[in-house]
């Protein structure tokens, strides 16, 4: 027997698939959990800006005072400090010299056993002209040999030395003896570069003002580096002056520190 079935509406059948849409949207819900919203790159805060702390400024060194006592108390040879060496010898200063060589002050002279070439170990500016024999310089420091603990014949160490024009030398030991000659030689001072309050001390004595108006007589027009025989002669009896003075305790400006 054949039985017939009624034909569901098709209103009835859309409204069952909106009934499955609906169920199938609920359990995604259920499953997932609720949906995070997008991002919206428009809406996004800025990060704040963070201002980079200064670098700190490197210290600055302190100016090095002019020394007045022995570096190495005790010690067969009084030396300045060795921070004040490297100052002095790097700053070529030919009014600090005065003032190391002045009357009474504690350092030990030397004085060249031989004429010499000049050379600075330490890295400082040298003159170019030898050092004469029986010049007088004042010891900065005796450099000690490194021979592993052996004896070495002849590896008697050196050392490194302040000439009277304020550049520096370094000497083999057997170049420079500490017995005074009866007239000792300097190096050459030079006038121009001396500072303005040393020469108006300098020029305070009779004859270094007699012996600076030569020199300046007898070197106008000539040009630094150059010379001739009776500038070469004024400069020569200009800085025996000097020294003559600097050696009996003449007057001199206190000396600055070093930078």
């Known amino acids: 027997m054949h039985v017939a079935f009624p034909e569901p509406s098709r209103r009835g059948g859309a409204w069952c698939s909106v009934l499955g849409a609906?169920?199938?949207?609920?359990?995604?819900?259920?499953?997932?959990?609720?949906?995070?919203?997008?991002?919206?790159?428009?809406?996004?805060?800025?990060?704040?800006?963070?201002?980079?702390?200064?670098?700190?400024?490197?210290?600055?060194?302190?100016p090095i005072a002019f020394p007045t006592a022995c570096a190495n108390e005790g010690s067969e040879l009084c030396v300045p400090p060795n921070a004040f060496v490297r100052h002095l010898c790097a700053a070529g200063m030919p009014e600090m010299?005065?003032?190391?060589?002045?009357?009474?002050?504690?350092?030990?002279?030397?004085?060249?056993?031989?004429?010499?070439?000049?050379?600075?170990?330490?890295?400082?500016?040298?003159?170019?002209?030898?050092?004469?024999?029986?010049?007088?310089?004042?010891?900065?420091?005796?450099?000690?040999?490194?021979?592993?603990?052996?004896?070495?014949?002849?590896?008697?160490g050196s050392y490194d030395v302040l000439r009277w024009n304020g550049s520096c030398a370094s000497l083999q030991a057997e170049e420079i003896r500490m017995r005074v000659p009866p007239e000792p030689l300097h190096a050459e001072i030079p006038w121009r570069k001396l500072d303005d309050d040393v020469q108006e001390a300098l020029l305070k004595d009779e004859k270094i003002a007699t012996r600076a108006a030569e020199q300046k007589k007898e070197c106008k027009g000539v040009s630094s580096g150059q010379t001739n025989a009776k500038c070469e002669k004024a400069q020569k009896a200009l800085g025996k002056a000097i020294v003559a003075f600097v050696r009996r305790g003449g007057a001199l400006p206190p000396p600055p520190a070093l930078p």
């Open 97 to 156: 010299a005065l003032a190391l060589f002045a009357k009474g002050t504690p350092w030990v002279r030397g004085y060249l056993a031989r004429a010499t070439e000049a050379w600075d170990a330490s890295g400082g500016p040298s003159s170019s002209n030898k050092l004469a024999f029986e010049e007088e310089v004042l010891i900065l420091e005796k450099r000690t040999p490194n021979t592993g603990g052996m004896v070495v014949s002849g590896a008697s």
């Open 22 to 62: 609906a169920a199938i949207t609920l359990v995604l819900s259920g499953c997932g959990g609720s949906a995070e919203p997008a991002n919206d790159a428009s809406q996004a805060k800025p990060a704040p800006k963070v201002d980079a702390a200064p670098s700190p400024e490197p210290p600055k060194e302190e």
